[in-house]
Each structure stands twice: as C-alpha cells, then as structure tokens.
C-alpha cells in the first residue's frame, strides 16, 4: 500500500468533489516510520490523524498543516541518518536515492497540494 495526496477544490454541491492535484508520498512502512511516527512524537496534532490510515485537512486547517509539516521537515534533517537509502528502478537501471532527499521531495509535493487547496476554497485528502 502507498499513500497519496489529493487537492479538491471547494465543496460546490455537486456529487463528486473536484480533485484539482494528486501526488504520492511514500510507501506505508516510509509513511508510518517517517511521517506518522514522527509526527506523533514532536507532538504534531493533525499529522498525527494519519494513524487511521485516512487524513481529511479542511480549509481552515490547511495554514496550520502547513506550518506542521515545515515542522516534520525540520525534523527529518536532524534525525535521518545520511547513509539511508531508498531504491528506485527506472526501467532497468537501480537508483540509489537519500532517504532525507526523498522525504523532502514529497513532502514538497504535499505542500504544493497545500497550496492549491488554500488558493482554491478546498480542502485535503491524505490516504
């Protein structure tokens, strides 16, 4: 299982939300080890909603999930260890990439949703 973000735009009363962006963010055991974990440990309370494998972050939230996850981000810098890895295949070439790289790099992709929801009315869906 892996888990992805999703921006959608305000609620406009039709059936189906409008999803405006979609990112992924790692693998369960990377979300649970890296993201939740850790969340819960620096004490960060809508992070730490993961736990339930499903994480709705409503407009009025959104300013606060930013500043938690400018907080993780911190975090990560001063507790992965540089020589952690993660593999990526690329057709049929290994690539060895830092954790802390990667990490970073999706964490920039839930920002981004961030901001599209903040921008737009909406809201968030971390599953």
């Known amino acids: 299982m892996s888990y992805s973000v999703s921006a ?41 909603r993961l736990r339930h494998e499903e994480l709705l972050v409503k407009h009025e939230e959104l300013a606060a999930f930013s500043e938690e996850l400018r907080s993780l981000s911190i975090h990560w810098v001063e507790m992965v260890p540089d020589e952690e890895i993660i593999m990526y295949q690329i057709g049929s070439r290994p690539f060895r990439v ?5 990490l970073l790099h999706r964490a920039a992709h839930l920002d981004a949703a961030i901001r599209i929801a903040q921008l737009t009315g909406g809201y968030l869906d971390v599953s």
């Open 98 to 102: 830092p954790l802390l790289v990667d």
């Open 8 to 48: 959608y735009g305000p609620d406009d009363g039709s059936d189906e939300p409008r999803e405006l962006y979609e990112a992924a963010l790692g693998s369960n055991s990377t979300i649970i080890h890296y993201w939740l974990k850790q969340a819960q440990l620096i004490k960060l309370p809508i992070l730490a």
